[in-house]
């Protein structure tokens, strides 16, 4: 069975909210998703100890060097996390395309990953836009206390 996800991240990776600020977040994303013929099957948040890769699933398909504009082979890419794993103490590594050493959250995916040590998850969630708009991550950003990405996943 196919999941998808809005997974929210502060745009800094190392960045922690509060857990009061955590609650008051994931209470909100609950909020949007509660409308006339809207639900979402789990609304939680995730603190990870170290950076952490918040990824898209199936919806990754392209990856493109920032630094020459080469694609990187996404066999290269789950094989750095085969041996690495998905957290990180540093992020920068030596692709494959061009040999520079460029930080993973530079690289262009085609559906936006992230990086990062905390996030809010939606899992299935359903109402006419899945994503948020500008004015909801604002005030995602106002909850936590931060500014805030969105990662759309699908599984």
Known sequence: MSEFAIRLIPTN???Q???EAAAAAVAYVAR?????GEAVEQVDHKFYDRVTLID????TTRITCSRCEGDIDLHWFYGLLGEQ????????VNVPCCGAVVSLDALH?????GFARFEVAAVNATRDVYELDAQELADMAAFLGHP???VLAHY
Request: glycine fraction near 10%.
């Open 13 to 15: 990776p190392d960045w």
């Open 32 to 36: 949007l998703f509660s409308g006339a």
């Open 85 to 92: 794993g998905v957290s990180f103490d540093n992020l920068d």
């Open 56 to 59: 898209a699933g199936e919806n």
């Open 17 to 19: 909210p509060s857990p």
């Open 109 to 113: 995916y085609d559906w936006p990953v």
């Open 148 to 150: 805030v990405a969105q």
